[in-house]
């Protein structure tokens, strides 16, 4: 015991110079943050999957597990006035488990009468292995379960029958960008990329079969972001203190249809020398401050000729930035950032190219005269008004409560007539006339998991389990 003033002594010194060093972002404060998420991965590999919750668990529902098959699609009070159509929902692990019985379907394609048209079995090990990865960059974990640290966010099926579909982490892995991969109709990997892609993808399908893909994806910066603003004795340092030192810094990723990447285009450094620079003082998040989640591609046939002419040109990005509530516009041949657009609106994800100069935004936080939950807006770039499309005050209840924090997705029909919006935390989408937001069906998340009470304690239940919902696609 003559040793322990020693030893506290030196705890508390050590202790002392942990914090300091931390709170200032000097050295060591990056190994100390880099040990901290090292050990918050250790911990949910090592401990059950339970204790930080499964992937995308929301909560045990009041309908029997039982009853949920067959019956997920719900017809809404304008269902008799318009024709059915074919769709396209993103599951992952233990979803879906009627039709894949090991893991759970990562995806399930729904024809126009709701009958399942195809299921593509999740294969997490496969999609992860390191062998056959075309990208292989470093993740902060000591050890990455594919079954509990990946989840399946967006999913979009090709032309050819291939399925594509990115990837978030879960649990104590950074950084929260996981992956991109090609997948069979049997659910093998063709391809696969953990390249920190993340949120959902754009596909763009050419006459010939090949196509091109666009999807969020991230670089991790050392130190935090600075930028000067104003001239003379107007000039202003601003500092985004980031307390792990590791900022997120986004980028737009461009990809063919073999996995081979076709452009990256960095984002957070565009916004960071352009004259927008200023909003990235309204930030939520010194380490992630603007949190691109969308990229759409403007497409010719969705701009009229007789067009009021407007900043929306064929081949241009809007690309949606949640932590700024901003919208920004990328030239489609120099890939500069040309524009950036506030409103209002808050927190948004999933920005649309609509028709002409008008696109659609999922508003998680926006709130109105109507509603303060989340809205989809339909915003005129030509004249800059805006309209909400959903929800309104003939939309029922409880749909009328049509909320998400964060997350949120948007599909459009081909025809531009339809509009599906993914509500991810209340696990429902809702499939809305874009004319007059008239409710023409809605989608439960829910999936009987009462075989998977040795992996997921909450399985022990008669009732079923609503999972979070990242997106449902229409299938034209």
Known sequence: MRNLPLLVSTFIFALLIGVLSTRF??????????????????????????????????R????????IVGNRWQSGPAADQFDPKGTLVTGGLWQFMEHCPDY????????????????WPYRPFAI??????????????????????????GAKRAKDGSLIITFHMHGGVFPFGLAIAKLGPDGTPIWSRLDYSHHWLTLVEQPDGDHMIYTPALDVGDGSISFTTGQGFATQNTVLHCETAKPYWDTVSVLDSDGAQLAYIKLTEQMVSSNWRTILKRTVDNCDPTH?????????????SDAPAGPLHPGDMLVSMRNISAIGLIDGKTHELKQVYGGNFSRQHSVHHLKDQKILIFDNQGGDEFTDGSRVIEIDLATGKDRRIFPHATTPAPDDRFFTDVAGHISISADRTRLLATATRQSRAYDIDLATGALIATYDHLHDVRDKADHFPDAATDKGAAFELMAVEFID
């Open 60 to 67: 045990i529902s009041d309908k029997q597990a039982s009853d």
């Open 104 to 119: 759970g379907c990562i995806a399930v394609a729904y024809n126009p009468d709701k009958s399942v048209a195809q299921a």
């Open 25 to 58: 972002a000097v050295f060591p404060s990056t190994t100390i943050l880099q040990g901290l998420k090292s050990g918050m991965a250790l911990t949910s590999a090592v401990l059950p999957a339970t204790w930080h919750k499964q992937p995308r668990f929301r």
């Open 292 to 304: 691109l989640n969308y990229v759409d591609v403007v497409r010719a046939e969705n701009i009229s």
């Open 128 to 153: 992860f292995d390191q062998r056959n990865l075309k990208v292989n960059r470093e993740l902060e974990a000591f050890l990455f379960s594919p079954m509990y640290n990946a989840n399946p966010v």
